[in-house]
């Protein structure tokens, strides 16, 4: 059987809000600020979603259609500073990804720097680094919008 090897991939993604690191660190530990800019999407019909945002608790969502599967393990949590998850993405209950997420969120002149840097283990059937990147910068982008409002 010839089987794909695992795909390592490291990638930091910036950006800059005109809030203060309390108010962006308020839409990661919101349940219902969290839903709107990392799950819900005009493509994305949300069949459950959790949120425990606590060291130790879980994040999990599940999409319908491709019964898409993610859970997020958090692990260390700073308020207003950093946020530390582990995270695995499954299809129809088959792993294809694992990865570390980092998101720092450093106060500036501005408002709030936020570097993400994720770390992952692509499996077979991943969608693999370039496509988990612009996944992200698109999350990123949608949390600008929530941010503004």
Same mark, same amino acid.
């Given at each position: 059987?010839?089987?794909?090897?695992?795909?390592?991939?490291?990638?930091?993604v910036?950006?800059?809000?005109?809030?203060k690191?309390?108010?962006?660190f308020?839409?990661?530990?919101?349940?219902?600020?969290?839903?709107?800019?990392?799950?819900?999407?005009?493509?994305?019909?949300?069949e459950?979603?959790?949120?425990?945002f606590?060291?130790? @608790?879980? *994040?999990?969502?599940?999409?319908?259609? +491709?019964? %898409?599967?993610?859970?997020?393990?958090?692990?260390?949590?700073?308020?207003?500073?950093?946020?530390?998850f582990?995270?695995?993405?499954?299809?129809?209950?088959?792993?294809?990804?694992?990865?570390?997420?980092?998101?720092?969120?450093?106060?500036?002149?501005?408002?709030?720097?936020?570097?993400?840097?994720?770390?992952?283990?692509?499996?077979?059937?991943?969608? @693999?680094? *370039?496509m988990?990147?612009?996944?992200w +910068?698109? %999350?990123?982008?949608?949390?600008?919008?929530v941010l503004?409002?």
């Amino acid at each position: 059987m010839n089987q794909q090897p695992v795909v390592h991939n490291t990638f930091v993604v910036e950006r800059s809000y005109p809030v203060k690191p309390e108010r962006v660190f308020a839409a990661f530990a919101d349940p219902a600020q969290k839903r709107r800019w990392f799950v819900e999407s005009e493509r994305n019909q949300v069949e459950s979603y959790e949120h425990d945002f606590r060291v130790g @608790g879980k *994040e999990h969502y599940a999409l319908t259609g +491709r019964s %898409l599967k993610s859970e997020n393990v958090y692990r260390d949590i700073v308020p207003n500073r950093r946020i530390i998850f582990t995270s695995t993405m499954a299809v129809e209950d088959k792993c294809f990804s694992v990865s570390l997420g980092t998101v720092e969120l450093l106060p500036a002149a501005q408002g709030t720097d936020l570097i993400l840097t994720f770390q992952s283990a692509f499996l077979e059937g991943a969608d @693999g680094p *370039e496509m988990r990147q612009a996944g992200w +910068r698109g %999350l990123l982008d949608k949390l600008a919008k929530v941010l503004e409002s």
